[in-house]
């Protein structure tokens, strides 16, 4: 049956997995935690235990969509697919495997809850920078994400009445 799969509709779908669940933490649960939690840095906490699986999904689904590529049979070419796909394993990857281990450690430095610090403070503006970091590179995954599951879509729209 697998064989008579549309790899283009298997890219929507798992497309479309990820995107909800980055969606649902984005708009959802993470605003929710930081206002329903008593501390910022109790809600960083469980925020920050739901994005590696997140962020490893997101790199999976971005294999996934290079491999689908493949399995058309189109081989590689520098489509907008691909560079999606790309774009999605480089950003999770970025903000998993570079900028969570930095905020990690300079959280141990601080010693503390960050709001505890000045507004100025050098520890605090590090940790900000690296938060709108990681949120960014959340940003272009999904945005990545967007661009393939519509390429995708289109293909698998035209695969059906062609």
Do not use: K, Y
């Not at 590090?126 to 393939?148: E, K, P």
């Amino acid at each position: 049956m697998f064989g008579r799969l549309n790899p283009s509709v298997v890219q929507v779908g798992v497309l479309a997995l990820w995107l909800g669940a980055a969606g649902l933490l984005s708009a959802s649960v993470a605003p929710a935690v930081f206002a329903g939690l008593p501390s910022r840095t109790l809600a960083g906490e469980v925020v920050g235990r739901i994005l590696p699986p997140v962020f490893f999904a997101g790199m999976t689904a971005g294999v996934l969509v290079l491999a689908l590529q493949v399995v058309q049979g189109r081989g590689w070419s520098w489509g907008g697919r691909e560079i999606s796909g790309i774009v999605m394993i480089v950003a999770c990857a970025i903000a998993q495997l570079v900028i969570g281990p930095r905020i990690a450690r300079l959280r141990d430095e601080i010693g503390r809850p960050i709001e505890e610090l000045a507004v100025g403070d050098a520890q605090r503006v590090a940790f900000g920078r690296l938060h709108g970091f990681s949120v960014a590179c959340l940003g272009l995954a999904m945005l990545a994400a967007i661009v393939a599951m519509v390429i995708a879509a289109r293909a698998s729209s035209a695969d059906a009445t062609g």
